[in-house]
């Protein structure tokens, strides 16, 4: 009888993948929500959606609703959304505004915007509360980039080593990306996908390109390069070079909008891609940045926000930047069909043990040892 393909032992230039299991079980999902997701920096909103005092954003991290505020101060905080009290959610809404205090609807035990509790039905009948102790759970929070980054972890890890040290590692140093300035871009065009597939399929499509030529015809005619399957994530440092008839990184080349002043020449005409673990991808080109922030819900579905950003200016005097976002739009779109394609077959025999790398996606397996090291720990 002869052997089953995944029994057989693998030639030098293939590696294998996590075995199906790792994207279709549900245990495996709720390991990762407790050890990666409830223990990393996960990027959660842009600050500018935070516009002023009481703005706020609920987030789901994990197995957690987390409510991100701008404070009277303008700093940014960050709390589990749930009333110290008997637990009730105290935002239901995914967004809005609060003119001074966040109010329980259950029992009204009332916070202001630093997390105090300021009032509750009796209270000065318990004077022995502490207003700061009973106050609503404290979470992590940086900025960078723009956006607020937080973490449920009672200790987190180091910032500078996990989040900013991934753009150093991909491009080498850490004011590479500093010269797009990316935190004082505007928002230009937002697009949520519901990906019906494991997180880690999206990461996994993004950091290859041995699929460019098979599925993106207008990315491949932008960055030719692509086509002959490495993506720019397999070498440090390195970026994309547009093609010699190209003008802008736009879905039929055209000339995109106002170069980002800060980019130098030797990253002009040029894409650069980052993958922050575990939920952000960063795409880098002269005139425009866009951002992917990924929200698993289940095993088998992933929600994720594109940010397309643009200098203020841009933004601000109406251009056009259809031909800018209908480039990577369409990528997300063929990408999102393709890991949507693989999903079902996760739990079937003959992925049991994993599909393979090529050597083109060698630089993969570097990441399945970092979710086998996460599971573990």
Known sequence: MTAAPHDISLPASLLRTLPGTAYADPDVFALEQERIFERMWICAVRGADLPGPGSFRTVQIGRESVLVVRTREGGIRAFLNACRHRGAQLCAEDSGEVKRTFRCPYHAWTYALDGSLVAAPNLAKMPDI????????KVHVR??????????????????????????ERLGNAEAIEHYDTGQLTVGRRITYDVKANWKLVIENFMECYHCSTIHPELVSVLPEFAKGYAAQYYVGHGAEFGGAV??????????????????????????????????FINLVPDHVIVHRMFPVTADRTLVECDWLFLPEVVASGTDLDASVELFHRVNVQDFAACERCQPTMTSRSYAKGGVLVPSEHHIAAFHQWHRAMLES
């Open 130 to 137: 502490d207003r700061v102790e009973y106050g609503l759970l």
């Open 247 to 280: 003008e802008g990184f736009t879905v039929d080349g055209r000339p995109g909008v106002s170069r980002i002043p800060g980019v130098t020449e030797d990253q002009d005409r040029r894409y650069y891609a980052i993958t922050v673990k575990p939920q952000v």
């Open 143 to 168: 900025e960078w980039l723009g956006y607020v980054w937080i973490c449920l972890a009672d200790e987190p890890p180091p910032f500078e080593r996990d989040v900013i040290g991934a753009a150093v």
